[in-house]
């Protein structure tokens, strides 16, 4: 986009191709391919928190889908326009009420 932009989220470095699985068991919110993020996932787990997953191709799921800890929900793919300088990599977000808060808060090593 020519500038410098601040996203919540980590970016993970991935080759295309490498899957993606749910953080934690939910139901899937969002299903989409968006010029911006390419294809992304968004799982809610309850109590008002959701992950969104990014930079996606393959999707394997679909809007409404159960899912569980570990379950594959995509692929990695490219970047999408947002983040289309970068190599290819999962955009990861944790959302608490809707709002994206540290991620780091909710994984464990």
């Given at each position: 986009m020519?500038?410098?932009?601040?996203?919540a989220g980590?970016?993970?470095?991935?080759?295309?191709?490498t899957?993606v699985?749910?953080a934690?068991g939910?139901r899937v919110?969002?299903?989409?391919?968006t010029?911006?993020?390419g294809?992304e996932v968004?799982v809610d787990?309850?109590g008002?928190?959701?992950?969104?997953?990014?930079?996606c191709?393959?999707?394997?799921?679909a809007?409404?889908?159960a899912?569980?800890a570990?379950?594959?929900?995509a692929?990695?793919g490219?970047?999408?326009l947002?983040e289309?300088a970068?190599?290819p990599?999962?955009?990861?977000?944790?959302l608490?009420n809707?709002r994206p808060?540290?991620p780091?808060?909710?994984?464990r090593?």
């Amino acid at each position: 986009m020519g500038d410098w932009r601040w996203h919540a989220g980590l970016d993970v470095e991935a080759a295309p191709g490498t899957p993606v699985a749910a953080a934690a068991g939910g139901r899937v919110v969002v299903a989409r391919q968006t010029r911006e993020w390419g294809w992304e996932v968004v799982v809610d787990h309850g109590g008002g928190l959701s992950t969104r997953y990014a930079n996606c191709r393959a999707v394997a799921v679909a809007a409404g889908d159960a899912v569980r800890a570990g379950q594959k929900l995509a692929e990695v793919g490219d970047p999408g326009l947002a983040e289309a300088a970068d190599k290819p990599h999962l955009h990861f977000e944790v959302l608490a009420n809707g709002r994206p808060v540290d991620p780091s808060r909710y994984l464990r090593n």
